[in-house]
């Protein structure tokens, strides 16, 4: 093949070398419009795994960078005058100039013809050849001349940084955290070479304007940072190369080729250098670009087919890393409160990689001490009457809300079974819901559980609006409070504009084909245009529903439950009211967000003060509706807010089912982002949901501080022994019910 590649960073050189490798009678040529030497940024950084991938890969070209190997396993974080020191991470920093050195060095043995000062004006020029890479970086030419068919999208991030570099070796991967009067820096320092190091400042843009960096030269900024980080650096310089205040640009094509042209690494995907993936992300490109043409002989377009379909989802993923790490950056100043311990371990598990369980594996004592002041912690919170235990991993400590006190931390969510009848739960629910009291979850959820016939979701939902719902629900309260150490609480809600649809297993939200009724909403706005159009609420009918709520609140109580929610989420009637995607109202209920809020806080205070002051209440709501125009994160925010005002102990923090045209992000743990960001900005404890399936998830959330509660749903459905499993595997000794105590004789593992 002929193989022409712009750009001579990492990412061409190395696939360069593999394809040259692999059959040397390849023709392969790679511009690159500097001299080999000139490169932006001092050191990389290489995981023991990334390492070991790429020695697998290239064995020579390992050998020879691994020589110039600085290697560390230690993070210290410079954090209110303490350095917290976590073991046990296995990186290793190069520097650059070596890395590009060895890799061009390599490629010219075996044949590559490397040209360098070579600026490419005309891309056309060079698509006669079998294959065109674009290697060219974040501001690529090629990506940029065929937009139209890679599709770039471009995010820029909100924080500033300089990359500068220092004489002073650090002996470990290094943050500082910097308190100014202008604001918070923070920085990334790190080892890559004998007297040399990476550091990394960075600040939000309100610090950097109000330090005078906005107008500074490359040299006043590097005087700024000598003077600022003095007493860090310990009589050692600070360098510059092309080092200028920059913005992180995050990258993402919705086509990685087209024709005969592929992109790789920076040209392809950004990830933040937080998580230090940017050169690795772009060596295992080539590995994969490599591989897919060595399964493709003489056939590019599958090639590209198969590069872009293996690599995706790795990349994916390593930018979903990137993103909660890069807001973690950007957020910090929300983290300084924490307490020295709980601030570290949320800084080490920031990008969701790094969990409980793993960093136990790496740094046993470091996560001994964090479970040991978590417990601690807990234990004063839940006050006398909590159960006196011994250190256990976070998810089984004690958690009070009024005067309701859980056995641990996990929660089994609401989830409609869609098996009542008339509104009367049976034995399905006994079944469904004792099962996973008996497994071991702290509090049970019954499903959404409606105020009124016509505020079921479907004819074969639950509700709470007949004598008869309080003696059947009573009978499961009553099984789960003899039968296991569960809490339970209930649901109310109101379906809305999604009532007399079909169960969901016949269709998500879809009309009910007979038997339907008239559904009322905020606006009159149908959730398919094939959906029927409810009627615009009126005064009344707000009236009417409130004491509908009072009327199910007192048959709650009646029924024993411990707890009770009133859902403002995923477009039901109290959401729809919440959104201005449902709400298109021009009275006092619609238009700012206060007036949204007027009538679902008109609800939850009629529930409150139905409901015995003893009790706690929570509140379901949908953070964001993943759609232009909806809520959005700071709106969660500010409706969490006015909860707490009026009293709500716990928000529930869902996310998204507001209309049928979202566009959800989704990812491993993906909504606990926004019950973290609740929790600390306002102080109102959070229960997290979304794609918590691991025990090691739970403990990760609780001990980092991102959540009070932990709530699964398919984990439960799949498992309702979940929490006993998790307790077993964590070596925890859990009470059993009676009849199932001599299975119970295992010795626990956990120390």
Known sequence: MRIVAVGGGPAALYLAILLKRDDPRHDIVVYERNRLDDTFGFGVVFSDATAHNLAEAEPEVHAAISRQFFRWDDIHIHFRDQILTSTGHGFSGLARTTLLDVLAARARELGVDLRFQAEITDVDSLRDCDLLVAADGASSTVRERYADHFQPTIDWRLNRFVWLGTTKPFPAF?????????????????????????????????????????????????????????????????????????????????????????????????????????????????????????????????????????????????????????????????????????????????????????????????????????????????????PSTPVRPPMFTPFALRDMVLENRV????????????????????????????????????????????????????????????????????????????????????????????????????????????????????YFDHSPVPREMTREDMLGVVREFERATTMANDAGFDMLEVHFAHGYLLASFVSPLTNLRDDDYGGTLDNRLRFPLEVFDAVRAKWPRHKPMSVRISAVDWAPGGMEAGDAVEVARRLKDHDCDIVDVSAGQTVPHQQPVYGRLFQTPFADRIRREIGLATMAVGNISSFTDVNTILAAGRADLCMLARAHLWDPYWTRHAAYELGVDLPWPEQYATLNSYTPRFK
């Open 174 to 386: 290094t943050f500082y955290f910097k308190e100014t009067p202008h604001g918070l820096w923070r920085v990334h320092a790190y080892q890559y070479a004998p007297g040399h190091s990476t550091f990394i400042v960075e600040g939000t843009e309100r610090t950097w304007c109000a330090s005078g960096m906005a107008e500074a030269s490359e040299s006043d900024a590097l005087a700024y940072c000598e003077d600022l980080f003095g007493p860090e650096l310990n009589g050692h310089r600070l360098l510059t190369n092309k080092s200028v205040w920059r913005r992180f640009p995050t990258i993402r094509n919705a086509r990685w080729w087209h024709e005969n042209m592929v992109l790789i690494g920076d040209a392809a995907h950004t990830a933040h250098f937080s998580i230090g993936s940017g050169t690795k992300l772009a060596m295992e490109d080539g590995v994969a670009l490599a591989a897919a043409l060595r399964a493709h002989p003489g056939d590019v377009r599958a090639a590209l087919m198969a590069y872009e379909e293996e690599r995706r989802p790795a990349v994916a993923s390593a930018q979903r890393a990137a993103q909660v790490s890069l807001q973690w950056f950007e957020d910090t100043e929300r983290y300084m409160d924490l307490e020295p311990i709980q601030f570290g371990f949320n800084l080490l598990t920031r990008s969701l990689r790094v969990t409980h369980e793993n960093l136990r594996e790496r740094d046993p004592a470091y996560v001994r001490e964090i479970d040991r002041w978590f417990a601690d912690s807990a234990g004063r919170h839940a006050g006398p009457s909590a």
């Open 411 to 526: 929660v089994v969510s609401p989830m409609c079974q869609y098996s009542a009848e008339d509104g009367t739960p049976n034995e399905w629910h006994l079944v469904h819901l004792g099962a996973r009291a008996i497994g071991g979850a702290g509090l049970v959820f019954a499903e959404m559980t409606d105020v009124s016939p016509e505020a079921r979701i479907s004819p074969w939902c639950t509700g709470m609006y007949k004598p008869e719902h309080v003696e059947a629900w009573r009978r499961i309260v009553d099984f789960v409070h003899e039968n296991s150490y569960a809490k339970i609480a209930l649901q109310l809600g109101h379906a809305g504009r999604k009532a007399a649809t079909k169960r969901m297993w016949e269709g998500d939200v879809q009309p009910l084909e007979h038997g339907g009724w008239p559904i009322v909403s905020a606006s009159p706005i149908p």
